[in-house]
């Protein structure tokens, strides 16, 4: 800190919000904002399964996953062959024999997670009664 620079650490947050310095003469008066950047949103994968050889292509689809730096099922990076602002198209690693979560980073944070499985996973609901 200085008398005309300050450097701070912004709280987590979304939008944008003005910035204020309060300091031990009184508080800043002037119209200075911050944008915070919006973190990328996961809403469909495509296939939502695949061999665990991996290969296959999978898309992604969401919202704010311009410049992709990292798409990962589980803790294995995909190949990016595609990228925009609401989709990106890539090539699944292999994996586990067992249900891992897709993520996309980018230089604003890391996705939701989308659930990705191999074939022959199954979710089945039983209803009735048992005796």
Not at 98 to 127: E, F, H, K
Request: charge should be positive; glycine fraction near 10%; proline fraction near 10%.
């Amino acid at each position: 800190m200085s008398d005309t620079q300050v450097t701070a650490k912004t709280p987590a947050g979304t939008g944008t919000v003005q910035v204020t310095v309060t300091a031990p003469t009184g508080t800043s008066t002037q119209n200075v904002f911050f944008t915070y950047a919006p973190t990328p949103v996961l809403t469909a994968l495509s296939p939502t399964s695949g061999p665990t050889s991996g290969g296959n292509v999978v898309t992604v689809t969401g919202t704010n996953l311009t410049g992709a730096t990292s798409v990962k099922f589980g803790s294995n990076s995909a190949t990016v062959l595609t990228n925009t602002a609401t989709q990106i198209t890539a090539i699944a690693p292999a994996g586990p024999p067992s249900s891992v979560n897709v993520t996309v980073t980018t230089a604003d944070g890391t996705s939701n997670p989308l659930p990705y499985q191999p074939p022959g996973i199954r979710t089945t609901r039983i209803s009735g009664h048992l005796s």
